[in-house]
């Protein structure tokens, strides 16, 4: 099955803050396949990556939607 766009945005709408890895999880998809639709969204200037990190784990980069954006583009 093919992720589409509107998958991909109901589950960052749902998991704002989930990283790439979890979402490929939570999806049901392959990490490259999520990679490449995130990716899609970063360059439409849908999505944003916002860094994070705690003493104990390693920075991550997460995903954020921006409303205006998904407005705009008539999401």
Same mark, same amino acid.
């Given at each position: *099955? ?8 109901? /589950?960052?709408?749902? *998991?704002?803050? /989930? ?7 939570? #999806? ?9 639709? #995130?990716?899609? #969204? ?18 991550a980069c997460q995903m954020e939607?921006?409303p205006r954006r ?6």
């Open positions: *099955m093919r992720l589409t766009k509107q998958q991909l945005l109901a /589950a960052l709408a749902r *998991m704002p803050f /989930a990283d790439t890895l979890e979402l490929a999880v939570i #999806l049901g998809e392959a990490y490259a396949t999520v990679h490449r639709a #995130l990716t899609g #969204l970063l360059a439409d200037g849908i999505a944003a990556r916002v860094n994070h990190g705690t003493v104990h784990l390693c920075v939607l921006w998904l407005e705009a583009q008539g999401l």
